[in-house]
C-alpha cells in the first residue's frame, strides 16, 4: 500500500521535501496543510497530493507527519496525534524531548536539511529517537534520499553541533559568493557576467572537491605557486586572520542554536 505523509509547513523547506520524496517514490500519498492555504494547495498541486483546508481535517493516521514550520510556530501549533504517530521534525534547534512532551508521542526523527536539498543535492542530518523502530527508521531514510546525501548522526547533539555547517552553510558560501560577485563587478564596471563567473567557480571548485582524491589543502596547493598571484592572495586572507574570523562565526552560529533550543523547550513546556 502506498505511504502517506502529512505535511504541516510548505515553505522552502517543506516543498523541497515534498518533491525530493515524491521523486524517489511516486506512489507515495502527501497532504499539505498551511495556516494561509496558498502554498499548501500549490504544493498539493505539483505533487498530486491532497490539499488539507482546516488542521483539523489533516487525517489521523498517517504514516508520517513532517513539522517543517518555523521553530517560532511551535508554541502555537496545536494537533491531536494518536501516540503511534510517527513524526520527522526539521526545526532548527528543536529536541526530540520537547517534541515527545508537547504532543505525548515517542516515534520521533530529526533532520536538518539544507538548501540545496530543493535540488537534490544538500547535505541533509539524520537522527531518529530509539524508540522508532528499525523499519520504519529504514524507509523514512530511503524516501529522503530523493534531497541529496544523507548522513546518519550518532546522536541528537550532533545535529545541533553540525548545524552551522549543513544548515546554514550555505549561506556563509552565498556570502563569499556575493563579495567575489561585488569585487568582479567594481574591477569589471560592470561589463561583464559576473554572476555567472563566479557561479561556474564556485561549481567547479565543488565539483573538484566532491570528486578529487586530494585534500581541500592539496587541491588549494595546486593553484598556488610560491610568490605567485593566488600566493598574494592568500597571504592577506592569513594576515587577516580568515581562519580565527570563521571559527568565531561558527561558535557563534552554535551558540545561537543552544540559546533558541533553551527558548523553544521552556516556552513548550
Ligand atoms: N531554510 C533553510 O535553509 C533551513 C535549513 C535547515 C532547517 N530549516 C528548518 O526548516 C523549517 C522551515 O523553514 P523554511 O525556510 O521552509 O520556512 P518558510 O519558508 O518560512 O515556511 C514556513 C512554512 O510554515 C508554515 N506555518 C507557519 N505556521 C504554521 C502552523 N502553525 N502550522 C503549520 N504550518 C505553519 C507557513 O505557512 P504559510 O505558507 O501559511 O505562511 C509556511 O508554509 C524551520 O524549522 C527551519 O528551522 C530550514
Same mark, same amino acid.
Given at each position: 500500500?502506498?505511504?502517506?505523509?502529512?505535511?504541516?509547513?510548505?515553505?522552502?523547506?517543506?516543498?523541497?521535501?515534498?518533491?525530493?520524496?515524491?521523486?524517489?517514490?511516486?506512489?507515495?500519498?502527501?497532504?499539505?496543510?498551511?495556516?494561509?492555504?496558498?502554498?499548501?494547495?500549490?504544493?498539493?498541486?505539483?505533487?498530486?497530493?491532497?490539499?488539507?483546508?482546516?488542521?483539523?481535517?489533516?487525517?489521523?493516521?498517517?504514516?508520517?507527519?513532517?513539522?517543517?514550520?518555523?521553530?517560532?510556530?511551535?508554541?502555537?501549533?496545536?494537533?491531536? !496525534? %494518536?501516540?503511534? *504517530?510517527? /513524526?520527522?521534525?526539521?526545526?532548527?534547534?528543536?529536541?526530540? &524531548?520537547?517534541? =515527545?512532551?508537547?504532543? #505525548?508521542?515517542?516515534?520521533?526523527?530529526?533532520?536538518?536539511?539544507?538548501?540545496?536539498?530543493?535540488?537534490?543535492?544538500?547535505?541533509?542530518?539524520?537522527?531518529?529517537?530509539?524508540?522508532?523502530?528499525?523499519?520504519?527508521?529504514?524507509?523514512?531514510?530511503?524516501?529522503?534520499?530523493?534531497?541529496?546525501?544523507?548522513?546518519?548522526?550518532?546522536?541528537?547533539?550532533?545535529?545541533?553541533?553540525?548545524?552551522?555547517?549543513?544548515?546554514?552553510?550555505?549561506?556563509?558560501?552565498?556570502?563569499?559568493?556575493?563579495?567575489?560577485?561585488?569585487?568582479?563587478?567594481?574591477?569589471?564596471?560592470?561589463?561583464?557576467?559576473?554572476?555567472?563567473?563566479?557561479?561556474?567557480? !564556485? %561549481?567547479?571548485? *565543488?565539483? /573538484?572537491?566532491?570528486?578529487?582524491?586530494?585534500?581541500?589543502? &592539496?587541491?588549494? =596547493?595546486?593553484?598556488? #605557486?610560491?610568490?605567485?598571484?593566488?600566493?598574494?592572495?592568500?597571504?592577506?586572507?592569513?594576515?587577516?586572520?580568515?581562519?580565527?574570523?570563521?571559527?568565531?562565526?561558527?561558535?557563534?552560529?552554535?551558540?545561537?542554536?543552544?540559546?533558541?533550543?533553551?527558548?523553544?523547550?521552556?516556552?513548550?513546556?
Amino acid at each position: 500500500m502506498a505511504m502517506k505523509i502529512g505535511f504541516f509547513g510548505c515553505g522552502n523547506m517543506g516543498a523541497a521535501l515534498a518533491l525530493g520524496i515524491k521523486k524517489i517514490n511516486p506512489s507515495v500519498e502527501l497532504y499539505f496543510y498551511t495556516p494561509t492555504q496558498t502554498r499548501a494547495r500549490d504544493l498539493a498541486l505539483k505533487t498530486k497530493g491532497h490539499f488539507v483546508e482546516e488542521l483539523g481535517d489533516m487525517p489521523e493516521k498517517l504514516d508520517w507527519y513532517i513539522l517543517s514550520f518555523k521553530p517560532q510556530s511551535l508554541a502555537g501549533f496545536h494537533f491531536n !496525534f %494518536l501516540p503511534q *504517530a510517527k /513524526l520527522l521534525s526539521v526545526l532548527a534547534g528543536v529536541s526530540i &524531548e520537547t517534541l =515527545a512532551k508537547k504532543f #505525548s508521542v515517542s516515534k520521533i526523527c530529526r533532520l536538518m536539511p539544507n538548501t540545496p536539498s530543493s535540488l537534490g543535492m544538500g547535505a541533509n542530518l539524520f537522527f531518529g529517537a530509539p524508540e522508532v523502530s528499525e523499519n520504519d527508521n529504514l524507509s523514512i531514510r530511503h524516501l529522503l534520499e530523493g534531497l541529496g546525501s544523507l548522513f546518519v548522526m550518532k546522536s541528537e547533539e550532533e545535529i545541533d553541533q553540525l548545524t552551522p555547517f549543513s544548515g546554514s552553510g550555505p549561506a556563509l558560501v552565498f556570502e563569499l559568493a556575493r563579495i567575489f560577485e561585488s569585487e568582479l563587478q567594481k574591477l569589471s564596471g560592470g561589463n561583464i557576467d559576473a554572476r555567472e563567473i563566479i557561479a561556474q567557480t !564556485f %561549481l567547479g571548485s *565543488a565539483y /573538484l572537491m566532491k570528486h578529487s582524491s586530494l585534500s581541500f589543502d &592539496e587541491l588549494r =596547493a595546486q593553484v598556488t #605557486s610560491q610568490k605567485g598571484v593566488t600566493y598574494e592572495a592568500l597571504k592577506v586572507l592569513k594576515e587577516n586572520n580568515l581562519e580565527d574570523l570563521f571559527s568565531e562565526a561558527f561558535k557563534s552560529c552554535y551558540n545561537r542554536v543552544t540559546e533558541i533550543k533553551e527558548e523553544i523547550h521552556r516556552n513548550n513546556k
